[in-house]
């Protein structure tokens, strides 16, 4: 365990995103605490805090390429990019074609030849932005803002980031600043760490850049069967998500799967005038209220007929979700709302079932105006988070028996004139994209061996059964046939997905570190 003054001084800083201004201070003698991990001596933490600083030009000059999947030239532009970096340091690359989108694929052979293998995930695509929802010029072009003494985010000199002391209340904000270009730059880091010790990874190690993750990562599972000679490995590591909001070193045995579905409820064969034809033609967008309304109860708990009768919790997984240091006031607070949805009996547990959200509704508009019309459908987007034992598929026929209990005809597509004039009241459910949840044994060896890397620097370590959000795990498992672990370095309050998304730079450093930590350690 590192017992110099800029461990001290770190992770002190990292127990909360919120905390005072802090410094990250290195050692001005590296060499006077080395630390023994299977016999092999690293010098402590200024190397890491150097190649952090280091790969800082490295990190904005990725973030300025735009990087949303609909393009498949940017797309170009990153995967090119991240080649090079990636040889740089060594690595023998190759871009795995998917479309005209190629995913990166990079190796690394440890200088211990019959070590074993780890394969680590990350994609380097971006959701799309809106730059006029962002504090500054530009989303591609990064910026370094601190907090004020108003909590208002300032921007300030981007050479502060060169400083020591390193200030790790500094963030850096961007489109895929966290998610997921930042860990990407503390897996280069990492690297540039250990050369510069003079040392070598204790197992081989292969990475995998995904270039849609965004779009729910369509290809990867045919891709992987295709090249499974070449992604073959003893375990998987998926760098991706936030760290659970007290900051403390997170580790995820798993995540909900997505589907998207889209509800559409059918009125008359065109929009007619509210005047003429109200109190006679019935308005879908009506229905559709009322029909979306018979899905849920006032608790927030689905209606829909063995919904949750798949998940089962065991009393040892009870336990462990009962030890995630959640803060239920301050989640309510941060979210605005006075109690929970009643589905579980904490965040944790409701994170353990599958959900049923409304994420859009369309009806009477033009534009983005309301018109005085009985509109000929409304449309509801839906999305389902999935789990391990309540698929989509499964999920998607509760639905549909669901809506044929209220006395609905689902139709497919537009109905004909024979179907409007037999049935009085029809819609049609549509499957979109999606993929399946994923879950690991929390005792799996992968995950006793992440545990305790993450156990080095003598923090409580927080286990998550199961993650709300979705990742393309599944996809990757099934094809590779290998057990994985979810180990997230970024901060939770980063904003990915959202406007001003930024990556706070103590979490950087303490990724760097913590993946210096694990390429160290023999599998």
Known sequence: MYKNHFQQIFFSLAVATFCASGHVQAQTNPASDPT???????????????????????????????NDAVNAADIRSNADWLSAAFQR??????????????????????????????????????????????????????????????GQWQTVDA??????????????????????????????AAFDALKAAGQSPAFHVKVL??????????????????????????????????????????????????????LTVYGPKTPLHSGHYGNYVPNPAQRLATLLASMKDDDGRVTVAGYYDT???????????????????ALRQRTGIA???????????????PSLNIRGMQAAAVGDKAANIIPHQAVAELDLRTTPEADSAYLTGLLERHIKAQGWYLSQGEPTADERAKYPKIASLTAGAGGDAARTPMDSKLGNWVYAVLQQDGRQVVRIRMMGGSLPTAQLVSALEIPFVILPLVNADNNQHSFDENLRIGHYVDGVQTLVRLLRTAY
Do not use: C
């Not at 200030?167 to 897996?187: S, Y």
């Not at 290809?219 to 490995?233: D, E, F, Q, V």
């Open 36 to 66: 023994q991990v299977s016999g092999a001596a690293f010098p402590a933490d200024i190397q890491v805090l150097q190649a952090a600083q280091h790969s800082f030009t490295e990190y904005f000059q990725l973030l300025a390429l735009p």
């Open 89 to 150: 340091r060594g690595f023998q690359t190759q871009q795995l074609a998917n479309q005209g989108k190629p995913l990166v694929f990079a190796h690394y052979h440890s200088a211990q030849k019959d070590a074993a293998t780890l394969l680590l995930y990350l994609h380097f695509d971006g959701q799309p932005v809106m730059p006029k929802q962002w504090a500054q010029s530009s989303p591609w072009q990064a910026v370094v803002k601190k907090r004020d003494a108003g």
């Open 159 to 188: 050479a502060l980031l060169q400083q020591n002391p390193l200030d790790a209340e500094l963030r850096v904000f961007a489109r895929a600043a966290a998610d997921d270009k930042g860990p990407i730059m503390m897996l280069l």
């Open 209 to 262: 850049l995904d270039s849609e993750e965004e779009k729910g990562s369509p290809t990867i599972n045919a891709i992987a069967k295709t090249n499974a000679k070449l992604l073959h490995s003893d375990g998987l590591i998926i760098l991706d998500g936030p760290q659970h909001p007290s900051n403390q070193p997170t580790l995820v045995f798993g995540n909900r799967g997505a589907t998207s579905l889209t």
């Open 311 to 329: 998940v089962k919790l065991s009393a040892a997984e009870r336990l462990a979700l009962s030890e995630v240091p959640d803060d239920d006031a």
């Open 339 to 353: 109690r929970p949805d009643a589905v579980g009996h904490s965040y944790q547990e409701a994170l353990q079932y």
